[in-house]
Each structure stands twice: as structure tokens, then as C-alpha cells.
């Protein structure tokens, strides 16, 4: 409860903060984009785990109030980016899926694309597939957002209530693979045929495919050989404050 409490006044205490992690093209091994990862430092609780703080703010419904910051403050940032001189890059934020559900979520997207010199294409809604997910509802929500031009990714794939058959007719431009199959990729066989087969069946859908918690050469060799597009993990870059990825993003240059 007490955190439930100080969850409430985070915003106007100006708690939150975004940090970003590097998501590299493994054809390149170049930072091809970036996600967006909140963070919460508490005076009296110290730091709290988003995996911590973000079930609370999904049951207690402030997932919207900080949602909506998560958006302004990503948005703000790539107009920053944009302006700086740096190479195009594109943020991928994470989505809770009752700030997907909620009317006027769209037009929250619609309104920051038109403020701001942000182009679609440098935006990907991360969404957790979820057993209360209503398929034709999502439906028509993703639809939407393609019609913006941004881009949608599954995260966490393979965890979750994974329905093989939405993928075919969801517009997906990526599955995020979860760490939890890359953590054992070359020492469990399981782990392994699980991965490659989530690979396979991405790119005989069309759509790419993302390996979450990269830590060893070993990991990424195995994933480069099935020819898996994008990765990120502790082995590239743990998720860092604006000022580092900016010196992330100058040697990049
Ligand atoms: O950053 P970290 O690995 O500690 O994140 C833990 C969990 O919190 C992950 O499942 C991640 O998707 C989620 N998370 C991190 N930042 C955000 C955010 O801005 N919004 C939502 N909804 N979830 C987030
Ligand atoms: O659920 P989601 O994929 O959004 O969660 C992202 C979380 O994964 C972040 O909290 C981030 O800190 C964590 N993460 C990113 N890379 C690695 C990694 O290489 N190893 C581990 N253990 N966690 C990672
Ligand atoms: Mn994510
Ligand atoms: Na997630």
C-alpha cells in the first residue's frame, strides 16, 4: 500500500525517468533503434523495478497518467534526436495493454505525430501478448495504428498465451523472442529448437523477428546463423541514461 501510495504523487514529484537500451541490426551490428525502458526513484523506497511498480499501476488504473508520460517524454526525445544531427533513429515503447484498450489512445498518437517533427516510421508500440487480449478488438486497434505508420512488435513472445494463429492475421512487423529462451540458447537443446522454430515461422510470416537478453558471443552467434534481424542485451549495451547512449550514438557517427 505504501507503495501504492507513493505511485500516486511519483508524476508531480517528478519521479519517473526513461532510460534507453540499444537494439542492433545483427547483419551490421549497428544501434538500429532503441527502447525505452521507465525507471522510478522513490525518496523514502529508493529505485522500484518497473516489473514491480507496473502491475500495481495497471491494477490501480495510474498505467494511464504514466503511460501518457512514458509517450510525451519519448516523443520529446526524438525531437531532440531529430534535431541533433545524429543519424535517424527510432525509440520502441513499451504499451500496457489497458493503455492499448483504452478509447482515445489512437488519437494520443495521432495529436504527438502532428506536434512534433517525429515520423511514424521512427516509432514501434511494443504490445505483451496477454491472455485478456481480445483478438478482434486488437484487431482493429493495430489496424489503426499501422494506418499512422508506426510499427507493432510482440514482446515477450512465447510466454505469454501465444496463439499461433493471430499472428497471421495481426499486423505485426516484429516478435521480440523474451530472454527467457535466449538465456539457455547454446546449452539447452530445448531452448534452442523453441527459438529457431519462433525464427522460421517469423520469416515465413513476413515478419522480423527481435532476441531479447543477448549477454555472450555464443548467444548471438547461434541467433546471426538463423539469421535473427535485430537484437539487444547486456552483451551490446545494458539500458543507459540520455547523456550516455548520446556518447553511444557519437562513436556511432
Ligand atoms: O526495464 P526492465 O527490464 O526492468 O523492465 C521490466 C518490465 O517492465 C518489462 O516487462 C518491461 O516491458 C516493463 N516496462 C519497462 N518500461 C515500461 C514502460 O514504459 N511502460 C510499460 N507499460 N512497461 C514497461
Ligand atoms: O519485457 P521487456 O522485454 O520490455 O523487458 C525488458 C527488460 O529486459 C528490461 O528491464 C531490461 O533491463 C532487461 N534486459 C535487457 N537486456 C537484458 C539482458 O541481456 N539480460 C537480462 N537479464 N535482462 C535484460
Ligand atoms: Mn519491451
Ligand atoms: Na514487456
Redesign the pocket.
Known sequence: LKIENELRKALDKNEFNLVY?PILDLSTNRIADV?A?IRWENDTLGSI???HFIPIAEETGLIIPIGDWVLRTAFKQLELWNNSGYPPISVAI?ISIRQFYQAGFINQIQQLLQETNVQPDQLTF?I?ESMTMDIEAAKEILYHLKKLGVNISI??FGTGYSSLSYLKSLPIDYL?I??SFI?DINTNKDDKSIAITMLTMAQSLGINVIA????TNEQLGILQQHLCNKG????FS??VPVEELNKILEMES
Open positions: 537500451q527502447e525502458l523495478s518497473p516489473m513499451n511494443e505483451t514482446d515477450d521480440k523474451d530472454k538465456n531479447e537478453g543477448i549477454e539487444q542485451g547486456f552483451l545494458k539500458p
